[in-house]
C-alpha cells in the first residue's frame, strides 16, 4: 500500500533459498497461477502486460496502414471503421502509430532501466558490502541527484548530452538511480555478515565472488520488484521529455510526442489525435504500476496487502 | 530551535555543491561543444574559437569552476540568446507565474487529499477507502500534459467553462499592480476584484491538473500514518477515557499524522517542479517552465542550465523549509537538535 516504505524496508530475517524443499520451477509456477487467480486486477496487468509486449514485437507488421505515410485527403478525420483512432492532421492512421509507437517506448523503458538496474545495482550492492569510502561515495552521489527535482535534471541532462532517444534513457536512468542504489545497498548491508555469507568467506571465497555468488543472487527477487516498480516512471519520464521536444524527433512514432501534436488542436475539437496516445500511454503506466505489485506479490509474499 | 535550524542549515551546504558541481559539469565536461552551442549554427570556425576564449572555456577546468562559482556569487546565469536578457532577469520576471500555479496546486491537492487520505483511514474498508485507493492509483498513472489537454477539452471546447489556455490572464484583462508578482493575492490586495476573476478563471484549470498529480502520494501517506496513528495505544486511551471521537480523531490523531505527511510534502515538490514544466507548456502559462521549453527549443543553453540551477536550489530550500516546519509542529524534533 506504502511506497515510501517499501524502499526503506529492510527483512528482518535473511535465509538462504530452501532448494531442497520442491524443485523451485514448479512451486513458482503454481505461486504465480495462484495469485493470478486470487487478484483478478493482477492477472489483468499480466494479460495488459502480454498485449504490450505483442504491440512492441509484432506491431509494424500488424497495422492496417503505414505509420509514416501521409494522407492529406483524409486528414484529421474522426475515429471511423476505416481508421478506428482517426487520422492526425497529415491524415496519417492514429490506430497504427499508437500501435507501432509501442516498440519505442517499451524499448526506452526497459533499456533506462536494465541500466540503471546494472549501474545503481552494482554501486548499491559494493555500497552494504564494502562499506566504508566505498559507501560515502555512493551515498554522496546519490544525494546530490536527490537535491534535484527528477525531472528539471532529465530536461538538464538530455539538454547538456544532445537531443537523442539514447540521451532519454541515460537521464531516465540517472534519475532513478538513487531508488536503485539504496535498494541495493540496503539489501545488501543485511546480508554481509548472514550466516551462509560467512560459511562461504570461510571457505575462501574472495569478496568479488562472494558478491557476486552469495549477495547478488539473493537480491534479485527485490530488485526484480524494483524494476517492474519504475517501469511505470520510466516510460512516464520518457514521454513526458518528447512531450517538451526533447529526444524524439517527428514524424517518427511515439506516445509523447504524438500526444504534443494532437494538444494543438485539442483547442478546436479534434480529440482523437491526443486521446488515443495519451490512453495508450496511461495504460502502459497502469500496467506496469500493478504488475509491480503482482511481482512483489510473487516474490516476497510477506508484504503482500 | 535556532540550533535546530543552524544544523539544518550545514547540512544543506554539501546539497548545493553537488547541485552546483552538477549544473557546471552539464555546461562544461559532457560531450558536445558548448561554444558552438553558444555560437550557434551558422558561426565560423574563427567566431566558435572567439566565443571559446570569451567564455574561458580554453581555461583548464578548475580556473573555469571558480570563475563559474564567481559569476553565480553575482547573480550572473549568462544571456539568454532568443530574449537578449540576463537569465537572472528573466528567471526573476517569471518565477512568480510558475510559484503562484505551483502553489496553487498544492494548496487545492491537500485540500482534496488530507480529508480523503483522514476519511479513509477512519472507515476503512468502506466506499471513500476504496475511492482512496482509486485516487492513488490512477494519480500515478495519469501522465500530467494528459490530464490537462482532458481537462481542456472538457471545461473549454466542450463546456465552455473555462477561458481559452493562454497563459495567466485573457488580452482583455489588465495586470494588477505588481506587489508579490502572485496575480491573485496582488488584485485582492489592490481590490480589483475583476483581474481577481479573470486570473482565478484562467489558473483554475491548469492547478487543479498539478493538484490530480500531487494528489496521490499525500493520499496515500495520509492514509497510511492515520491508519498508524489510530492504532497507537495513545488513542485507544483516549478513547477509554470517554473523549468524543471528533476530539480524538481531530486533536489526538491528526496532529501526529500530519508529520510523515510533511516529510513526504518534499517529495511531492520533486514531482511538483517537473510537472510544472509539462503544465506550462500545455496551458502555455509564462513561468519559468516554459521558459525552459522555449530555450530547449532554441537550443539556447545558458537559459536551460540557470532553470535547471535555480529549480534544484529552490528545491533544496524548501526541503530546508519543510524540515523546519517540522521542527515547529513537532517539539520532539525540537529537543533532539
Redesign the interface.
Known amino acids: 500500500m506504502n511506497d515510501m516504505t517499501k524502499a526503506d524496508h529492510v527483512p528482518a530475517e535473511v535465509a538462504p533459498p530452501l532448494r531442497f524443499d520442491a524443485p523451485p520451477s514448479t512451486s513458482l509456477w503454481a505461486h504465480a497461477r495462484h495469485i493470478v487467480s486470487e487478484n483478478p486486477v493482477t492477472g489483468l496487468a499480466f494479460g495488459l502486460f502480454a498485449l504490450i509486449v505483442l504491440a512492441a514485437l509484432f506491431g509494424p507488421s500488424l497495422v492496417p496502414y503505414d505509420p509514416l505515410t501521409s494522407n492529406t485527403n483524409a486528414a484529421l478525420q474522426a475515429p471511423s471503421a476505416a481508421h478506428w483512432f482517426g487520422t492526425d492532421q497529415l491524415g496519417r492512421d492514429i490506430f497504427s502509430r499508437v500501435v507501432v509507437a509501442t516498440r519505442l517506448d517499451f524499448t526506452i523503458a526497459i533499456a533506462s532501466v536494465a541500466l540503471v538496474f546494472l549501474l545503481g545495482g552494482l554501486a548499491g550492492v559494493s555500497a552494504g558490502f564494502y562499506g566504508g569510502w566505498v559507501d560515502k561515495i555512493v551515498g554522496r552521489i546519490a544525494d546530490t541527484i536527490m537535491a534535484f527535482p527528477l525531472f528539471v535534471l532529465a530536461m538538464g541532462i538530455v539538454a547538456a548530452l544532445g537531443n537523442s532517444v539514447t540521451n532519454i534513457v541515460i537521464a531516465t536512468a540517472i534519475i532513478n538511480f538513487p531508488l536503485y542504489a539504496r535498494v541495493a545497498r540496503a539489501e545488501a548491508n543485511v546480508r554481509r555478515e548472514a550466516g551462509f555469507v560467512q560459511a562461504a568467506r570461510l571457505s575462501g571465497n574472495s569478496d568479488w565472488r562472494l558478491l557476486m555468488t552469495q549477495i547478488v543472487p539473493n537480491i534479485m527477487p527485490i530488485m526484480a520488484v524494483q524494476m517492474s516498480l519504475t517501469m511505470g516512471y520510466a516510460i512516464l519520464n520518457a514521454a513526458g521529455l518528447s512531450f517538451i521536444g526533447l529526444g524524439v524527433r517527428p514524424p517518427t512514432p511515439e506516445w509523447g510526442i504524438m500526444v504534443a501534436e494532437g494538444a494543438s488542436f485539442i483547442v478546436s475539437g479534434e480529440w482523437w489525435i491526443a486521446l488515443f496516445p495519451g490512453l495508450a500511454l496511461m495504460i502502459a503506466v497502469f500496467c506496469f504500476n500493478l504488475l509491480g505489485d503482482g511481482v512483489r506479490d510473487l516474490v516476497d509474499p510477506q508484504r503482500r496487502n | 530551535m535556532l540550533r535546530m535550524i543552524g544544523a539544518r542549515l550545514m547540512t544543506t551546504v554539501?546539497?548545493?555543491i553537488?547541485?552546483i558541481?552538477?549544473?557546471f559539469l552539464?555546461?562544461r565536461v559532457?560531450?558536445?561543444n558548448t561554444a558552438a552551442y553558444f555560437a550557434g549554427p551558422a558561426a565560423t570556425p574563427q567566431a566558435i574559437a572567439e566565443i571559446r576564449s570569451k567564455l574561458g572555456l580554453d581555461q583548464p577546468l578548475p580556473v573555469q569552476f571558480v570563475s563559474y562559482v564567481g559569476a553565480l556569487a553575482k547573480g550572473d546565469l549568462g544571456q539568454s540568446l532568443t530574449t537578449g536578457q540576463p537569465v537572472t532577469a528573466d528567471l526573476a520576471a517569471r518565477l512568480p507565474a510558475s510559484a503562484e500555479l505551483t502553489l496553487a496546486g498544492l494548496l487545492l491537492a491537500m485540500a482534496v487529499a488530507l480529508p480523503l487520505g483522514v476519511l479513509a483511514a477512519v472507515r476503512q474498508g468502506s466506499w471513500i477507502d476504496h475511492l482512496c485507493r482509486v485516487v492513488a492509483?490512477?494519480g500515478?498513472?495519469?501522465?500530467?500534459?494528459?490530464t490537462g489537454?482532458?481537462l481542456?477539452?472538457v471545461f473549454?471546447?466542450q463546456l465552455g467553462w473555462s477561458p481559452?489556455?493562454l497563459g495567466r490572464l485573457d488580452v482583455f484583462a489588465s495586470e494588477p499592480p505588481r506587489i508579490t508578482g502572485l496575480f491573485l493575492v496582488d488584485s485582492l490586495v489592490s481590490g480589483n476584484f475583476e483581474t481577481f476573476r479573470a486570473a482565478l478563471s484562467q489558473i483554475i484549470l491548469p492547478a487543479v491538473t498539478l493538484a490530480i498529480f500531487s494528489l496521490a502520494?499525500i493520499t496515500?501517506?495520509t492514509?497510511?500514518s492515520m491508519l498508524a496513528v489510530l492504532g497507537a495505544d495513545f488513542v485507544r486511551t483516549a478513547r477509554a477515557a470517554g473523549l468524543t471521537s471528533s476530539k480524538v480523531i481531530g486533536t489526538y490523531a491528526f496532529r501526529n499524522a500530519m508529520l510523515?505527511v510533511i516529510t513526504?510534502l518534499g517529495?511531492v515538490?520533486?514531482?511538483?517542479?517537473?510537472?510544472n514544466?509539462?503544465v506550462e507548456?500545455?496551458f502555455a502559462w509564462p513561468g519559468v517552465g516554459s521558459y525552459?521549453?522555449e530555450a530547449?527549443?532554441a537550443s539556447d543553453?545558458a537559459p536551460?542550465?540557470g532553470?535547471?540551477l535555480t529549480?534544484?536550489i529552490l528545491?533544496?530550500v524548501l526541503n530546508l523549509m519543510i524540515d523546519v516546519l517540522y521542527g515547529v509542529i513537532d517539539p520532539r524534533v525540537r529537543l533532539e537538535g
Open positions: 554539501p546539497s548545493v553537488g547541485v558541481i552538477v549544473t552539464l555546461t559532457l560531450p558536445g492509483t490512477a500515478v498513472s495519469l501522465p500530467v500534459f494528459f489537454l482532458l481542456v477539452y473549454y471546447f481559452a489556455p502520494p496515500r501517506m492514509r497510511a510523515p513526504t517529495m515538490f520533486s514531482f511538483l517542479l517537473g510537472a514544466v509539462l507548456k500545455v525552459a521549453v530547449l527549443i543553453y536551460i542550465q532553470f535547471v529549480m534544484a528545491y533544496v
